[in-house]
């Protein structure tokens, strides 16, 4: 191995026209005398939500053996070549205290909001700091942006709102303060721009002239790149190309929407929204595996949809709006139809998990780097049911999480007490949250 006398800093760019390519982990990024002891240099910690709205069905859903004997359940099936990094988690409740004179509603608004911050939404816009900006404290200290916030449906998509609760509480997971929510980012095109620079506006004019000048990103930086790959071994030669190409081919796929939409007249939408379900979620999928490898973000969080989404999926045989036939009534045929729901958004995230294992990352994959928490903020839609919550976590947390498990908890375990766990997996230790009474062990 060549060691060099100066390590490539961290935070390395690529730049040009006014944009910015961070990248991924590199061995020239070790410090020369930590190169000789591999132990030492550790890729940075990732940290991912993702939630799915109006509950699950859960008879399809949670094991019914505990421990490593666990069999994988019809909504699960998607993530058996992943089972070894894969802990199902069950008998955890998310009924805190209802806001000074107010009764407890045990809704959607609830669901999303607590998700994340143990604490019930109030008739005035107010909740709590969410896990995932608490660990955004730590993690993304030396990164680009603390974190990322994406979605695949918008605020004003449509979709139903609480009675008496802002919408704000449905369309989003991610709150930096009690009074502070965050809001997600449903196109992949803006959410590129915060990631790399460079946007357009949604002017008809504005969007033909930026197709027809902007070309690619990365073709401006060929220069950069040529310079970069000859200061580099051939092991992080291969590490940057295939980082580069997997940053063009998101930006073909987000080009080739914007082009689609270039003559369309201004409209509330923004530009490059693909037209397939599938295909957006796969493309924010994939922008947030990039915010991991090129370091711009450790923590991610993401809306696979709101509460009360009535979204339909004729492509998997399911032409019902979600919300409704999730009231199923103990309808055989309705429960028939959640459950591939449930199934299909697993399956989207496994093939995202699967691009986590396969990228190389340090020592290792992001998905060994990674603690990614799956779920919804429900148990069973049909009565907003909020207790033995539907989670899963997936990824190595850098050494400190094993998988393979079902980690079944004592019935009434307050959801807070999880959060104050998993943030301890991620180097983060607070007292309390929400209504939490103590951490419970991941282990």
Not at 365 to 392: F, K, R, W
């Amino acid at each position: 191995m060549m060691i060099m006398k100066k390590a490539l800093s961290r935070r390395t760019m690529l730049k040009a026209l006014g944009a910015s390519v961070p990248l991924p982990f590199l061995d020239a990024m070790v410090p020369a005398l930590t190169a000789m002891h591999r132990t030492v240099a550790k890729a940075p910690l990732r940290f991912g939500a993702v939630y799915v709205p109006n509950g699950v069905i859960p008879s399809q859903w949670f094991p019914t053996a505990e421990g490593s004997a666990f069999e994988l359940t019809p909504s699960l099936a998607p993530l058996a070549p992943f089972r070894d990094r894969l802990t199902v988690v069950s008998g955890l409740d998310s009924v805190p205290p209802p806001p000074p004179g107010e009764r407890q509603y045990n809704n959607h608004a609830d669901a999303s909001t607590r998700f994340l911050t143990d604490v019930t939404p109030s008739r005035t816009l107010r909740a709590g700091v969410s896990i995932d900006q608490i660990a955004a404290r730590t993690l993304s200290r030396d990164s680009v942006l603390p974190s990322l916030e994406l979605a695949l449906e918008s605020v004003d998509s449509g979709t139903s709102c609480d009675f008496g609760r802002s919408c704000v509480y449905t369309g989003t997971i991610a709150w930096a303060g009690p009074t502070q929510p965050l809001p997600m980012e449903h196109d992949p095109s803006a959410a590129f721009v915060r990631l790399f620079g460079d946007t357009a506006g949604n002017d008809p004019a504005a969007r033909r002239a930026s197709v027809a000048r902007k070309g690619s990103l990365l073709d401006s930086l060929a220069g950069e790149v040529a310079t970069l790959r000859g200061t580099l071994g051939a092991s992080d030669r291969a590490r940057v190309a295939g980082y580069l190409d997997s940053v063009r081919d998101v930006e073909r796929r987000i080009q080739g929407a914007m082009e689609h939409n270039a003559e369309l007249p201004v409209f509330d939408r923004p530009a490059g929204v693909p037209d397939s379900f599938a295909d957006h979620a796969r493309l924010m999928f994939d922008l947030q595996l990039l915010a991991y490898q090129g370091d711009v973000t450790r923590v991610v969080t993401f809306m696979i949809g709101r509460e009360f989404s009535g979204r339909t999926y004729p492509e998997i045989g399911v032409p019902d709006a979600h919300h409704p036939i999730s009231h199923h009534q103990r309808d055989p045929l309705r429960m028939e139809k959640c459950a591939k729901i449930n199934h299909y958004h697993v399956s989207l995230f496994s093939s995202f998990v699967e691009r986590l294992r396969d990228t190389p990352d340090g020592d290792g994959s992001l998905l060994d780097h990674c603690l990614i928490l799956y779920g919804a903020g429900m148990s069973e839609g049909n009565g907003h049911v909020p207790t033995n919550l539907p989670l899963l976590m997936l990824g190595g947390a850098n050494g400190g999480l094993s998988g393979g498990r079902h980690k079944k908890y004592a019935a009434g375990t307050p959801l807070a007490n999880f959060h104050l766990g998993l943030l301890d997996k991620l180097g983060v230790r607070i007292d309390s949250h929400g209504n939490s009474t103590g951490p419970v062990s991941l282990d």
